[in-house]
């Protein structure tokens, strides 16, 4: 019998695939969509330059498992700290009104991250009865973080996320790069698990449209919110506390549009991360003429970006192009281009979100979701990552570590 059937071709299922690979063990690997990668894909082709949809920067490079990737395949990264600014009132803010902005901001955060040793576990809202300043763009970069607002996350959950350093955008594409690591790892794609049966004395049967599989394990390797909507049906049912883990950890909302200029509207600025100050819930940020090209891409966080990309591309390119006006002028408008690349995660039924965000005293979900059920349900993805949540390498962490435990289980350790 097949050892593991693996369902997803995101970061985590692709690395499991590549430790089995590596240990000789047979699998399968399903992959609803025409392409791998999940939640980083790269489109070099509508812009004429490569363009992330989903996860963009390797974060954290120096503790980062995926950093050694960009040299062996030859990539570039924009190393160093990001040029991030304000804008208020159409102005990008300098001088001690940026620094003083920043500084608000860094202490917010530092706020969170105090309470990460502890276990007392609160909404994120709850640390900060008194608001400055500067609050509502710190809600914003928030929600730009997580996906959530601070009333929605877990404070203990935002805490224990680990990040050093810097962020360094993949200029060629982080999907680029995870499609290139992934060459040689054979994939069925177009291939939707859509219902596992896990009740007989051994093994697992993965039911797709093209026939059923049998395997003696399955590592799921699909978001929290695919799991949450019954995409994949279990028989029997997933056990109450795994349902609860699942429900506790909603996918937040990050979604992207990107447009191109037929020339540089944007005066000297050059790979910058633009954040204008709209109010707590407008969670806008624009990534500008990042390695010289002209292009600008919008992200749109939370709740708010949810609604405007049920509206379509064409609302969600004007509306970034309407913002992106109000702080360069209309010459913006001039000469931007009719091409588009819109991702909208909220209502991609393989994905359904950004990442997992823990409800509000439910940080323990994570460890609960990586729990595997009688030694041949095996969970991962970034959801289930205790400190790199979130991220693309915390998915292929636990990717790889989900592989190692099926193997295990399976040699009857
Ligand atoms: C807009 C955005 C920006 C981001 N920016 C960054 C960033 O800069 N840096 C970073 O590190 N991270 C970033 N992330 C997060 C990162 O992309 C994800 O955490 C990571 O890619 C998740 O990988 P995964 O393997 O856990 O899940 P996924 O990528 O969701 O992979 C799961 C796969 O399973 C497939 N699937 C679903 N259902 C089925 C089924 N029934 N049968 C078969 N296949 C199925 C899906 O199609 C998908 O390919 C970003 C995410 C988004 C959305």
């Not at 549009?257 to 109010?279: I, K, W």
Request: aromatic share 8%.
């Amino acid at each position: 019998m097949l050892d593991i059937v693996i369902i997803g071709a995101g970061a985590a299922g692709l690395a499991a695939a590549r430790r089995l690979v590596d240990k000789g063990a047979s699998f399968r690997l399903l992959e609803a969509k025409p392409h791998i990668g999940g939640r980083v894909v790269t489109d070099s082709a509508t812009l004429g330059a490569p363009v992330d949809l989903g996860g963009h920067w390797l974060h954290s490079p120096a503790l980062n498992p995926l950093t050694p990737l960009v040299d062996r395949y030859l990539f570039h990264v924009k190393q160093g700290p990001e040029d991030f600014r304000v804008a208020r009132n159409r102005a990008i803010l300098s001088g001690p009104e940026h620094d003083e902005c920043f500084a608000y901001v860094d202490d917010c955060f530092a706020k969170i991250a105090a309470i990460g040793d502890g276990e007392h576990d609160c909404p994120a809202s709850a640390l900060f009865p008194v608001r400055g300043k500067w609050h509502d763009f710190f809600e914003a970069n928030f929600i730009a973080k997580q996906g959530v607002t601070l009333a929605q996350s877990s404070a203990l959950d935002f805490a224990r996320y680990v990040w050093e350093g810097d962020d360094w955008p993949i200029l060629d594409g982080f999907g680029a790069l995870i499609v290139r690591h992934a060459q040689g790892i054979p994939v069925e794609l177009e291939t939707p698990a859509t219902h596992i049966a896990w009740g007989g004395r051994n093994g697992v049967a993965v039911e797709t449209p093209r026939g059923t599989i049998e395997a003696r394990a399955v590592i799921i390797a699909v978001s929290t919110g695919v799991l949450a909507n019954e995409v994949i049906r279990f028989s029997p049912s997933l056990p109450d506390r795994k349902q609860q883990a699942i429900a506790d950890l909603p996918l937040g909302s990050c979604n992207k549009v990107a447009l191109g200029f037929t020339r540089n509207p944007f005066g000297d600025v050059d790979s910058m991360m633009l954040m204008p100050d709209l109010g707590a819930t407008e969670s806008v940020e624009f990534v500008v003429r990042e390695g010289g090209h002209n292009i600008v891409t919008a992200m749109l966080n939370g709740p708010f970006a949810k609604e405007l990309a049920a509206q379509g591309a064409r609302p969600t390119a004007d509306y970034a192009l309407t913002q992106l006006a109000a702080i360069f002028g209309n010459d913006v408008k001039a000469c931007v281009t009719d091409r588009i690349v819109f991702a909208d995660w909220d209502h991609d039924p393989w994905i359904r979100g950004c990442y997992a965000a823990a409800k509000p005293g439910r940080y323990a979900a994570r460890a609960e979701l990586g729990l595997p059920i009688e030694h041949r349900l095996f969970f991962a993805g970034e959801a289930v990552h205790h400190c790199y949540m979130g991220d693309v390498h915390g998915a292929h962490l636990t990717g790889e570590a989900a592989a190692e435990a099926a193997l295990a289980a399976l040699r009857g350790e």
